[in-house]
């Protein structure tokens, strides 16, 4: 049975991770061949992770390929010993699908839910308050949250789990009092 486009491939495992870190490199060197390689075996990967956030296949093409585009321009830059180009395509498609997804949220829609927002943020206890603002706020990951706040990713994750079910229900409590 043939994949459909938008279905990520296994991930290249090692000396195939190798393989992509060489392509880019000499992408890095203007190789275009070296990169349309690179593309050819990391594009339904790409497509599939901005797939997955996006949840539309127009905007999820989009995204990858301003992913492959961006990453194109900052191959002069990769350094296989700070990362590899697979997590590097996986993170520059993550970063600009969110990117997308937050840049086309309606505008005006959450104006009138702000000051209830910020009420029922106050009404959190610190711990989870503080997982929530970094990670909606400031766009930080759980293993982000946890590293600032010195707790366990799992931790943090709980705090902005549990911290956005008790949001959920101080706006749903607001809204219905409100009505």
Request: charged share 25%.
């Amino acid at each position: 049975m043939d994949a459909t486009p938008f279905s990520p491939s296994p991930p290249p495992r090692g000396a195939r991770v190798r393989d992509l870190d060489r392509l880019l490199v000499a992408a890095g060197r203007s190789d275009t061949a070296a990169f349309a390689e690179l593309y050819d075996a990391l594009a339904p990967r790409v497509l599939g992770l901005a797939l997955q956030v996006l949840g539309d296949p127009r905007r999820a093409e989009k995204v990858a390929a301003e992913a492959f585009l961006e990453m194109w321009r900052t191959a002069p830059r990769f350094d296989p010993a700070q990362g590899s180009a697979l997590a590097r395509a996986m993170a520059t498609t993550h970063r600009r699908a969110v990117d997308r997804l937050r840049s086309d949220a309606p505008r005006g829609r959450d104006q009138s839910s702000r000051p209830s927002l910020r009420t029922a943020l106050t009404l959190l206890p610190d711990v989870r308050r503080e997982a929530v603002e970094l990670a909606y706020y400031d766009g930080r990951t759980h293993t982000e949250v946890g590293m600032l706040t010195q707790a366990p990713s799992g931790a943090a994750a709980a705090r902005m789990r549990d911290g956005l079910a008790q949001l959920r229900d101080l706006l749903t409590a607001s809204v219905i009092e409100t009505a």
